[in-house]
């Protein structure tokens, strides 16, 4: 692939990488055409390559708009902007599967695929034909069953509030998650472009989208402009109108959304029809549409996991943040500077594994519980962690998602409650609107790290409550107030003698530096450490990555902080962290600091005997990019650095890569094999 960023693209055959086993037909697919070889299939056609490629400046103007480079610049270089994932998929390619299927449903340029509805003899068809790379299923699933309309009676409005804005009924919801009081500063999304993908929108004519600012709408499953639903049933594209409102709808004395005065893109990804699944490949295309003109956030409250018989569904082991084109997709949205926000599903609790649906395992998802608005857990509320190695928590935040004020989506003028992940995820994606007003260069990374940190649990986050109830002020202060230190971690400990500390900054003003300072108690005086001041930048409106060695400790426990110091003698005081010193027991691969990175990056990996060990970098495709280390090591913590460089000395493309962590114990008795994720952005 001739540009930098297709190293993002993964191994786009949804289970096992076909095109790796030799084999065109995905073995997902292979069972699904032996279980039932009677029926036609839905499946993504990958091609080989796009044929002869156009001047990229030419797509640049085509395809997309000025606002998605503008954002794309946030995350990408200058060189990079515009790429191979942007060239149109082969118009040839197009027809020759169109000549054999009929109908083509949805087109990617983004991974180089189209989906289809095929007969297995025709499955058997295109895997003759020489550009088909592999042939896959397309995901399909329901809606969670625990969702609206719990109350369609009129809820009673709050009592005198102290907000400038009359919220009506819907005040509650957004007090928990600390709205009002950017409201109040004048905050309300102006500039930031959400783009809500749900089953349709039946009902736009609603009062609260009197003020609405509508950019464009998209239905990608009966391939029109309108959103409005062709089938009559009042259920068709109620569920849209619900979020939607829940977002962005504005009626003074009834509803507020936190975004109201953003703009919006409308997309209708699902088919509400009880028969008919919900299927990824719209939802793919919509999100490839709504980059390409310029979205900032996204707003899904469906998920994929349990599809309609006959076919077979996903299960929880397959949410590993990986799998799933779905999530692939959004993970690809979000290296391309959107926010997507995505609903963590309806699933409930269960004490051994995730309930979670697709998309919502992926890691640069932002995914939402429910809770309700005095602040508990709602029963309904999916849970993680993912299947990842290790594992992931999940979901990231929690918001009101029980009694939460919505537009009816029958009456003009008629309001209901509601319940579900499903309107828990518009609140939050409108609390990202509101960082991202605030700080439109935040990145999408930075956006999720200030809606994390800053939430009520943000210290010992968990599987059922993620990092806790959202704060909007706290999130938006995060990235905004000068010199807040953020990350404060433990590094690998080389020998027992060394301790290594690191930490971040989301950006800087007037920092003279920090000086680290150490307790053998917490309960005792932190003295400072000789050769401890490490000096700050000074000013900078980007993140800033700092470490420092503590080479006088022993084995026992520690205690460290940091004196940020400004260049007027004032300073702050960090919270303290914990370390006990000892030498490891086990194998360990931990996940490299800082991440996303640019230009360099450390993977720390402990050691528990003398082993043989191996550490290389992957690209998306499993080729073999750098080789960190390929020798003997001693028992001990160790901390490679990588550059972002590959075994010829050349700068990597902006993407996703994987390292893994080979070892053999000298005597043989142990062996140890981990991979992880990292993103490289230039």
């Known amino acids: 692939m001739p540009n930098k960023i297709s190293a993002i693209i993964v191994s786009l055959s949804i289970i096992g990488g076909s095109s790796f086993a030799g084999q065109k037909i995905s073995p997902y697919l292979q069972a699904a055409l032996s279980d039932r070889p009677e029926l036609n299939h839905l499946v993504w056609v990958e091609f080989v390559d796009k044929g002869p490629i156009p001047q990229l400046e030419r797509i640049s103007t085509s395809l997309i708009t000025e606002k998605a480079i503008e954002r794309r610049s946030k995350v990408l270089a200058p060189e990079e902007l515009v790429s191979f994932i942007d060239v149109p998929v082969s118009s040839e390619y197009v027809a020759a599967v169109r000549q054999e299927v009929g109908n083509i449903r949805q087109v990617s340029r983004w991974f180089n695929m189209v989906s289809a509805v095929a007969s297995p003899e025709k499955i058997e068809a295109l895997a003759q034909l020489p550009f088909v790379k592999s042939i896959s299923l397309v995901a399909r699933s ?216 697709a998309p919502a395992d992926g890691d640069s998802v932002i995914s939402v519980g429910a809770v309700t608005v005095q602040g508990t857990r709602a029963s309904f509320s999916s849970v993680g962690p993912t299947t990842a190695t290790p594992p992931r928590i999940k979901p990231d935040v929690m918001a009101t998602g029980v009694n939460v004020y919505v537009a009816n989506g029958s009456v003009t003028t ?96 007037d920092n003279l530096g920090f000086e680290v300072q150490r307790s053998a108690n917490v309960t005792q005086n932190f003295i400072p450490l000789a050769n401890g001041f490490v000096p700050g930048v000074g000013n900078s409106s980007v993140p800033q990555a700092y470490s420092f060695v503590d080479t006088s400790v022993g084995v026992g426990r520690w205690y460290y902080r940091l004196k940020q110091i400004n260049l007027d003698s004032t300073f702050t005081l960090s919270n303290s962290i914990e370390v006990t010193v000892s030498l490891p027991t086990t194998f360990l691969l931990e996940q490299n600091f800082p991440n996303p990175f640019n230009p360099r990056t450390r993977i720390r990996y402990r050691v528990p005997e003398q082993s043989y060990v191996s550490l290389n970098v992957y690209n998306v495709l499993g080729q073999l990019v750098r080789t960190l280390v390929n020798e003997v090591e001693p028992p001990s913590s160790h901390e490679v650095e990588w550059n972002g460089k590959n075994d010829a000395g050349e700068i990597v493309a902006t993407g996703v890569y994987y390292y893994r962590l080979s070892a053999r114990s000298v005597n043989g008795d142990r062996s140890f094999t981990n991979d992880r994720k990292m993103i490289f952005l230039k």
């Open 414 to 509: 008629a309001y209901q409650s509601d319940q579900g992940t499903s309107v828990a995820c518009p609140l939050a994606a409108g609390v990202a609107a509101l960082i991202l007003h605030a700080q439109p260069s935040a990145t999408p990374w930075q956006v999720g790290e200030a809606m994390r940190n800053t939430a009520s649990r943000s210290s010992t986050p968990d599987n059922q409550m993620g990092w806790g109830i959202l704060n909007a002020v706290a999130a938006v202060n995060y990235l905004t107030l000068p010199n807040q230190v953020v990350g404060l971690t433990i590094g690998p400990l080389p020998n027992i003698s060394n301790v290594q500390i690191l930490w971040s900054t989301t950006r800087e003003q």
């Open 142 to 357: 329901r809606r969670d069953s625990v969702e609206q309309n719990i109350d369609s009676q009129t809820t009673t409005a709050p009592a005198d509030s102290p907000f400038a804005l009359d919220y009506g009924p819907s005040l509650a919801q957004l007090q928990l998650i600390n709205v009002p009081p950017l409201h109040d500063l004048g905050n309300f999304g102006q500039g930031i472009l959400i783009c809500v993908l749900d089953n349709g929108f039946r009902l736009l004519s609603h009062e609260a989208f009197a003020s609405m600012n509508i950019i464009a709408t998209y239905d990608f499953v009966d391939h029109k402009v309108s959103v409005v639903p062709n089938n009559t049933s009042p259920a068709f594209g109620s569920h849209g109108i619900n979020t939607l409102s829940a977002l962005g709808g504005r009626k003074d004395g009834q509803l507020i959304g936190p975004a109201f005065g953003a703009s919006f893109l409308l997309a209708r990804t699902e088919n509400d029809s009880s028969e008919t699944p919900i299927e990824e490949d719209n939802w793919v295309a919509a999100i490839e549409w709504a980059e390409s003109l310029g979205v900032d956030v996204t707003s899904t409250s469906l998920g994929y996991l349990a599809y309609d018989p006959p076919y077979t569904s996903w299960t929880w082991q397959n949410l590993d943040g990986n799998t799933t084109l779905i999530t692939r997709a959004a993970d690809m949205a979000a290296a391309l500077g959107v926010v997507v926000v995505n609903s963590a599903g309806n699933n409930g609790f269960n004490a051994t594994h995730n309930t979670l649906n």
